[in-house]
């Protein structure tokens, strides 16, 4: 029985809470002729009626959400500094004191609360608002509007007016911080809703909410200002972070819902800020919104870069010095990596000038990088040193015929060091070996290397691994050898570099090879692929004579960046590449020989480059097409050349071969005959290739070279009547040169 009544009286609790709520809500819509409605007014307040004082941020938004729905309505909106005297009560004749101090006023809008908070109730946090306006003219008080709004606290809003919360709900540092906005802005709306507009305004759209992530910090480069909006459905949305950028498109995501996003850039730079919005209809009436609260602050301009970088080691640690002229360094970021160009994590965030690493291993190979940081996070670029090592005291020689395992030590190989057959050995980690001159490790039996430097006195080849050897590598670093590996048995590499030799590796064999997160530079011929099952993966290749040449077997190239070499890859063999950065977005321009097809590339370096499809090319070179043609019956052959050289890159078609050697012919572009050449390699039958490369080298007196090409066609197509013309023409010429001899 206690319990039905402690029930009902729950019940009876929350329905006399709703009733008492509702005898406040001054519902009535009072008439006011528009003619005596005060254009300019001022707004005083927001004043707390009671003994609860309204914090400082909610004060400024209640004023801010107030003008700028007054705004929407017509009037002329200014805010005034005017305390009411403490004790007085306020009434028209105190409210025209106000007047005196600002006589081009027409109007005062007068903002109370009386209740403005958070409470418990049935398990749940609630938020409510108190609050009256009310509104002045010169003569008289005009009519004063009090409404309530009473909202549960939820993670994710799904009213209407609420639902734009959510556009910047991962972002608000405080979830309390958006319910006190919604619950404003919700009060703010239904009040003003009840305040005569004028008619004017009617037209344009209504902007109902506006949340944003702004606070009193500051941006830095690569933050995300995220702008939510909801008003008038079906408009083109836009905003301000003035004076800095302007019109900043927003998205209508639902309707009536409208999301944008500025992020930071290198260069910005805004102090006190303000966010304006804008939202204009289809008859192209703009409503505008004005966020002062808080105001904005982008930090965009970088620290310069630390000077003076060094390391330097000492039997137990690394010592590293630094300096910096920038007084807007508040600290120093450090990272460690044992791969020069990636694989880097943060060590250490410093203060000071100096930092000492002593979580290092001697054997081991360290490199540093250091960027600065300014108050609000932005990181300078970073500056780079290394190799530094511990010292290794004393280097051993291996032995000539290994059969176990070598721990971390500094080595020495002379002559040819062998690993048997049926011998598993690791070597490493942390291990440093010099190969001494003709030196070769033989692998025969099976050998795991982890974190191993080989420096290389010898012109041999360094490791061979023979048809019954397995070599599987891992975080191994080569530099200085004559000729790197040579594999006729199974290799697997990870993580690996090798660096400034005559050859990379070199695989000849039936087992499958792996190459996997590689760096291959400065090498004559970084992969030679002889013959072999071969897969080459998220390696870079950089500053080689040639990346690849694949001469037998299969291989599948992937994920790869090619950069700066002089030849990416060559093939004797067909070889479909997939996924690579070639140095270009370029087809033309991607340095490969032979038998290779190029299936889809990456538009920049793996792992950040898009996946740019052949077709998706061929669809765009068809329209290049017919621009080159335009250009080309214009008289524009230099745009009409531009565009064939990349048409034919794509879609080398007969067709598109012969206008681009008949434009190269018209601006004398040497590289036509390279374009003659390539053209009759792929369409050996087509007469028209032929009659243009014979007419160039006869207007470029290159009689010899016209009568060999004519020969060649003559074999290919021997009774084709336009090529037997131009062999009468030949005769013709010859027999009237003997008669004037």
Known sequence: MRNRVKILG???????????????????VVFIPEKELPRHIGIIGPIAMGSKKIELSAFALVRNVVKNYMSGKGYVVTYLDWDIPKGKKINFSLIRGAYKKNPELEGILLIKVYQLSSFNMAFAQ????????????????LGCWRETATRK??????????AIATVVSSVVSSSGNVNIKNIIFEWAFKVSSLIPSFSSA???????????????????????ILVGMEGTAGGKASFDLSPMVKHIPMSEVQNGIYKGMYVVKE?????????YLHLENESGERRDWVETNPLISIDGIPPQKPQSFKASASKSHILLKWNTSDTSVKRFILFRSENPLSGYK????????????????????????????????????SVQVGPVSLPMLGTRPLPQVIVNNIPAGKYSLNGTVSIPLGVNVIIGPNVEITFMRNATLKIEGNVEMRSVFINSKSNGTAIEVTPTGTLTMRGIQMEGIEKGIRVRGKLEANNFSITHEREGVVIKTLQSVVLTNGTLQSLSRAVDIEEGRVKIRGCSFD???????????????????????????????????????????SICEFKIKGKVEVVSFLDSPYPGGKTITLEALKEEAKKDKKEAIRYLNKGNYGKSVELFKKVVAINPDAESYIYYIYALSMIGDKSIEKVIERALDKYPYEIKIYQLGIRYYLQTNQEDKAKKLLEKGLRLNPNNPSLMSMSA?????????????
Request: with cysteine; glycine share 8%.
């Open 10 to 28: 729950f019940i009876l609790g929350i329905v006399v809470f709703f009733a008492v709520s509702k005898v406040f809500a001054s519902k009535g």
């Open 126 to 141: 609630y938020y409510k608002m108190d609050g009256e306006l009310c509104l002045f003219s010169k003569q008289k008080k």
């Open 153 to 162: 606290k939820l993670s994710i809003a799904t009213d209407p007016l609420g």
């Open 202 to 224: 009617a037209k344009k759209p209504k902007i109902i909410r506006v949340v944003t992530n702004i606070t009193p910090h500051t941006f830095k480069i690569g933050d995300k």
């Open 267 to 275: 260069g910005d730079r805004l102090h006190n800020g303000v966010l």
């Open 346 to 381: 943060k060590i250490a965030q410093v203060e000071g000038f100096s930092y000492i690493d002593k979580t290092v291993s001697p054997g081991k190979r360290y490199f540093y990088r250091l960027a600065a940081e300014d108050a609000v996070g932005n990181l300078s670029p």
């Open 543 to 585: 500053g080689n004579r040639v990346g690849i040449s694949l001469k037998k077997g299969q291989c599948e190239v992937v994920y790869n960046n090619f950069t700066n070499n002089g030849i990416n890859i060559e093939a004797k063999v067909p070889l479909k590449l997939r996924e690579n950065f070639m140095g270009s977005t």
């Open 729 to 741: 023409y030949f005769a013709d010429v010859s027999d009237k040169n003997k008669e004037k001899k």
